[in-house]
């Protein structure tokens, strides 16, 4: 592919991105050559027709999401002194957890809301069931990893785990630290119970003295209870 055309293959998707996100699906092809800077021509040469440009979005997304699973996953997971730097300076991330994370900002920044809607509807294109497949098998296994090394809950089927991530990425505006996604990654995540727990409910204080208001001093003595 020439330089010009690929310039212009790449204006027409980030077009397409911009319009779908606005607009939904059913966004005019005529728009998307709008805001791409392109004729109506133009698009056409490169996508006949909606599903054709919808289906090269779902891929490429879903490339990219696979290429950075990938590199997150295996990157961290064969990198042992990154286990051992989290354990010196006390955290309890874990090589997979900080994997399945990073995955999960990636995911809220792209658009799976459309290829949610895409996966459900009649597309044509073989290789959009293959890739979905390869993000499913390499999301389990990064679970499958953090379960492993203790950093995520193992009483839920890594399956029902991705399933519940795909709730908190596969929706309109999701971002990585907004209430939804905060607290089921927060509920699927195992703390250290000697650091990073608080007391259990009803249990007494460490000390009684949490209990002494400041201003008594450190000779304040409870008053003898009035009849």
Request: with cysteine.
């Amino acid at each position: 592919m020439r330089s010009d055309a690929r310039r212009n293959r790449e204006l027409i998707v980030s077009a397409a991105l911009a319009v779908i996100a606005e607009r939904g699906s059913f966004a005019s092809m005529d728009e998307i050559a709008r805001v791409a800077g392109l004729g109506v021509g133009t698009l056409y040469r490169h996508f006949p027709d909606r599903q054709a440009l919808l289906d090269t979005i779902t891929v490429d997304t879903l490339r990219e999401l696979h290429a950075v699973g990938q590199r997150q996953g295996v990157g961290r997971l064969r990198n042992p002194e990154l286990n051992e730097l989290n354990e010196r300076n006390g955290a309890h991330a874990g090589a997979a957890w900080a994997a399945l994370r990073e995955v999960v900002d990636h995911c809220t920044h792209a658009p799976l809301t459309l290829i949610k809607t895409l996966n459900e509807s009649a597309s044509d294109e073989p290789e959009i069931a293959r890739l979905l497949a390869d993000v499913n098998e390499m999301l389990v296994g990064i679970v499958e990893a953090a379960q492993a090394e203790g950093t995520l809950r193992d009483d839920i089927a890594p399956a029902e785990v991705v399933q519940v991530i795909s709730v908190a990425v596969c929706r309109p505006g999701a971002q990585p630290d907004d209430a939804l996604t905060t607290v089921l990654m927060d509920g699927l995540r195992v703390r250290r119970p000697e650091t990073e727990a608080g007391p259990a409910p009803g249990s007494a204080p460490a000390s009684m003295s949490a209990l002494v208001p400041a201003e008594h001093g450190a000779d304040w003595t409870e008053p003898a209870p009035s009849h």
